[in-house]
């Protein structure tokens, strides 16, 4: 029992030290999900991408 605490222990340990991925820009986000709305099987380029104007910062 105690060696599967520390497998479990050791493995989360092991995730929360990877790095994190860099942040997208914002039209790389959008791009992106466009992209992942487009790719579902019963749907043939049901969105698409007009124009991408960020939103003006605080």
């Known amino acids: 029992m105690a ?3 520390v497998l479990l222990l050791l493995g989360l340990g ?3 030290a990877l790095p994190a991925p860099a ?3 914002y039209s790389q ?3 992106q ?3 992942s ?3 579902r099987p019963e749907v043939h380029n049901a ?5 991408a104007d960020p939103e ?3």
């Open 56 to 58: 003006p910062a605080p």
């Open 29 to 31: 986000a959008l791009a």
């Open 14 to 16: 092991g995730a929360c």
């Open 23 to 25: 942040p997208l820009a």
């Open 33 to 35: 999900a466009v992209d």
């Open 47 to 51: 969105f698409r991408l007009l124009s």
């Open 3 to 5: 060696s599967c605490w």
């Open 37 to 39: 709305f487009n790719q």
